[in-house]
């Protein structure tokens, strides 16, 4: 018996949460899963992708996608999966609307990839995470539920998405905070959009994701019962409802009570989860090998084939980075968030060398983030009119001494409103750095006349007004002057 109270942080502190998790993802082939259809129906008028297999007409015949077949398995590559020499498809039996043929092409019991892992990192941990399976499936027509004028509730259908390839990955329950499960999903993208078989985009619904959490008392091995949570539409929501559960489950617990085996959908509103259907009322699937495809083999050179087309993957290009650049694995872990972004870093340091990389990744993290994220939450520097030619100018600038850091600042600002290229900017603005002493020295004497208060503190002890007084100099210099410079001249006047 594990002493506890009824609620607060001491109840919770007994349970260890353990949690694994169902992912859906929706695959960017070109087609759809078992006809002609094309994939793509985001901007689509509804039903306007349509055909006979995929509205499940009776007597129409599926043919297996090999695009989606292919990225099946280089995700499952990429995640170390076992990928067996044979697999099937099998018919998944349940009544729903959403499911215009009565069933779903599902896989059951041989799936594409077996096994795997994926490292994941969440609050300073490392934690291999085991992938139980992926399998490939076609998605569902969407439900769109309304209310009509006089109060009655109706839905409507659209089967632009039915039959889209949908691959499924189920993790072995793995994770123990709702931040892991966060991590693990932002990971699992990630990897997913650099081996570029998904968008994966929860908002649009191209990444969906099932957690199932159960608690236990802390320091015991044996599982408790699973509750399943459904209705996420964004990592946020998954770690809100992932919270709730636990405080909920912990509650139950501590209470002396049951954890009920069951799904519950998770309300976006109130950040609560509410029940939906116990266990015993599961659905029975009445599973059997699909009869109308043939099994598929999947022979070892067709794998090596695809193995030869993965690219870098995110971690590994991390560690490339650091060891490649001297970059910390936090800048590194930045630069590589995108694999369109790594490469325009890189690109950038194959024209400055890569002596210069740390200054580029500094650039890179800093304000060409800031600026691209003006333009929307994915935009990558190809959407700006920036190029990595006029990053790896706006570095030579600053470290010839033709432009101060300031400077730069403002030109990168330009560069990115206009386009034109930071030497071009530089010039056509007067802004070259002046490194001319004398210049700058008598400046500084000006900047000492006009500001006797911040002299008597600097002379008084007060080392830090310098600052204020190189502050000053810079501004009288339009931000031109050498920084060092100004500070030399200043302090060697105010010590005379
Ligand atoms: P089901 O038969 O209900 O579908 P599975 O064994 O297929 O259950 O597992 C489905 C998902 O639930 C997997 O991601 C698995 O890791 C996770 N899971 C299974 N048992 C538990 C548990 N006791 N607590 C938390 N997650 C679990
Ligand atoms: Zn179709
Ligand atoms: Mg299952």
């Not at 001491?10 to 349970?15: D, G, H, K, V």
């Not at 996608?65 to 099946?72: G, H, K, Y």
């Not at 750095?433 to 002890?461: L, M, S």
Request: with cysteine.
């Amino acid at each position: 018996m594990v002493a506890t109270q009824p609620g607060g942080a001491s109840t919770r502190a007994a349970y260890e949460p353990v949690i694994g998790l169902e992912v859906h993802v929706q695959l960017k082939t070109r087609s759809k899963m078992f006809c002609g259809c094309e994939r793509d129906y985001f901007d689509a008028e509804p039903n306007s992708h349509v055909c006979a297999v995929c509205l499940g007409m009776p007597g129409m015949l599926p043919v297996i996608n090999e695009q989606a077949v292919a990225f099946t398995i280089l995700a499952g590559l990429a995640i170390g999966c076992e990928i067996p020499a044979h697999a099937k498809f099998d018919r998944k039996n349940y009544p729903y609307p959403d499911l215009v043929k009565g069933y779903q092409i599902s896989q059951y019991d041989q799936p594409l990839c077996l096994g795997g892992t994926l490292e994941i990192e969440a609050d300073g941990v490392t934690r291999a995470v085991q992938i139980e399976r992926i399998h490939l499936e076609e998605d569902t027509a969407r439900l769109l539920h309304r209310d009509g004028a006089n109060g009655d509730a109706y839905s409507l259908i659209d089967v632009n998405r039915s039959g889209v390839p949908l691959m499924e990955l189920v993790t072995r329950p793995d994770m123990h905070s709702a931040a892991e499960a966060m991590a693990f999903l932002r990971t699992l993208r990630q990897v997913l959009r650099y081996v570029g078989v998904s968008d994966a985009d929860m908002e649009k619904g191209s990444f969906r994701c099932d957690a199932n959490v159960s608690l236990r008392p802390t320091g015991t091995e044996a599982l408790g019962n699973k509750v399943e949570v459904k209705n996420m539409n964004s990592f946020r929501a998954v770690g809100r409802a992932l919270e709730f559960e636990i405080e909920r489950q912990a509650r139950v617990l501590s209470e002396g009570g049951r954890v009920a085996q069951e799904t519950r959908g998770y309300i976006d509103a109130t950040g609560a989860t509410v029940s939906q259907r116990s266990k015993e009322e599961a659905h029975d699937y009445r599973y059997f090998p699909e009869p109308d495809l043939p099994p598929l083999e999947v022979s070892r050179e067709t794998i090596a084939e695809l193995r030869a087309r993965l690219p870098e993957l995110p971690a590994a290009r991390r560690e490339r980075f650091v060891a490649q650049f001297g970059l910390t694995r936090d800048e590194a872990r930045q630069l590589v968030e995108t694999r369109e972004g790594a490469a325009a870093f890189e690109e950038t340091v194959a024209l400055t060398g890569t002596e210069r990389a740390r200054e580029v990744a500094h650039w890179f993290i800093g304000d060409v983030t800031r600026l691209l994220g003006t333009l929307d939450a994915d935009a990558q520097l190809a959407d700006s009119p920036l190029t990595p030619a006029h990053l790896a100018e706006l570095v030579a600038l600053v470290a010839d001494r033709a432009i101060t850091a300031a400077t730069a600042k403002e030109v990168l600002q330009a560069a990115f409103e206009s386009g034109d290229l930071p030497s071009v900017i530089v010039d056509a603005r007067g802004l070259r750095q002046i490194n001319d002493d004398a210049e700058i020295d008598r400046v500084a004497a000006e900047v000492i006349e006009a500001n006797p208060q911040a002299v008597a503190d600097y002379r008084g002890g007060k080392e830090a007004a310098v600052k204020f007084l190189v502050g000053q100099v810079m501004r009288a210099m339009r931000g031109r002057a050498d920084p060092n410079g100004a500070t030399e001249a200043l302090v060697r006047r105010l010590r005379a």
